[in-house]
């Protein structure tokens, strides 16, 4: 059964906003005004991390049971992701 992506979804959308807010307005901003922009998008990118690998973590466990992801590492399982081509490029 294929695993919801909508929180996947939803936090990849709000990286993409957060980005384009981020290099829209940086330029004019002062340099303690930019570090706190900078601070929030690698939150909302740290944030979209985790929901991708749990994402995945899900799906692989769903696909091939608990035992094929428990104890494995988030870049094990995202090369694991890649081999059961969830994904096509691990090292993006």
């Known amino acids: 059964m294929p695993i919801s992506l909508t929180s996947l979804d939803y936090a990849t959308a709000a990286l993409h906003r957060a980005a384009d807010v981020v290099t829209r307005v940086a330029a004019e901003r002062s340099q303690t005004e930019r570090e706190v922009l900078q601070a929030g998008l690698i939150q909302s990118f740290e944030f979209t991390y985790e929901v991708a690998w749990k994402t995945v973590r899900r799906q692989l466990a769903e696909d091939h049971g608990h035992f094929a992801v428990d104890g494995l590492s988030r870049r094990e399982?995202?090369?694991?992701?890649?081999?059961?081509?969830?994904?096509?490029?691990?090292?993006?």
């Open 77 to 92: 399982l995202f090369r694991l992701a890649h081999q059961r081509r969830l994904i096509d490029d691990v090292d993006l």
